[in-house]
């Protein structure tokens, strides 16, 4: 079992930043490949950036590349989404995201087909981003 909890979200103007932090708790080979989703209201739950534990491979949806980061603090067992130039189209509940997969090319193939094939999921953190 893998264990996610989300939190370091509010509110921001447009331009702003924000960091949102998820910590991870249980079997580390079950949650290899954690990610970021996030759903605004009357939209599909999409993929933001995913993070393969082994070689800290990343990737990241092009709406986001270059404003936002992810990474992780295996010392607190923590990936962290750096979100900068942050846009009113980036307001959304942001999810933390987690399974376990053998290579980093199945993580990256994982994240691409979306949220389905995650198997663990934190309870989210809202974003909202005014103009």
């Known amino acids: 079992q893998v264990q996610l909890v989300e939190s370091g979200g509010g509110s921001v103007q447009a331009g702003g930043t924000l960091r949102v932090s998820c910590v991870v708790s249980?079997?580390?080979?079950?949650?290899?490949?954690l990610s970021w989703f996030r759903q605004a209201p009357g939209k599909e739950r999409e993929g933001v950036a995913s993070?393969?534990?082994?070689?800290?491979?990343?990737w990241y949806a092009d709406s986001v590349k270059g404003r936002f980061t992810i990474s992780q603090d295996n010392g607190k067992n923590t990936v962290y989404l750096q979100m900068n130039s942050l846009k009113p189209e980036d307001t959304a509940m942001y999810y933390c995201a987690a399974v376990g997969v053998p290579f980093w090319v199945n993580c990256r193939d994982t994240f691409l087909r979306g949220a389905t094939g995650f198997r663990y999921w934190g309870q989210g953190t809202q974003v909202t981003v005014s103009s």
């Open positions: 993070i393969y534990h082994g070689l800290v491979t990343t």
């Open positions: 249980g079997s580390p080979s079950l949650g290899n490949c």
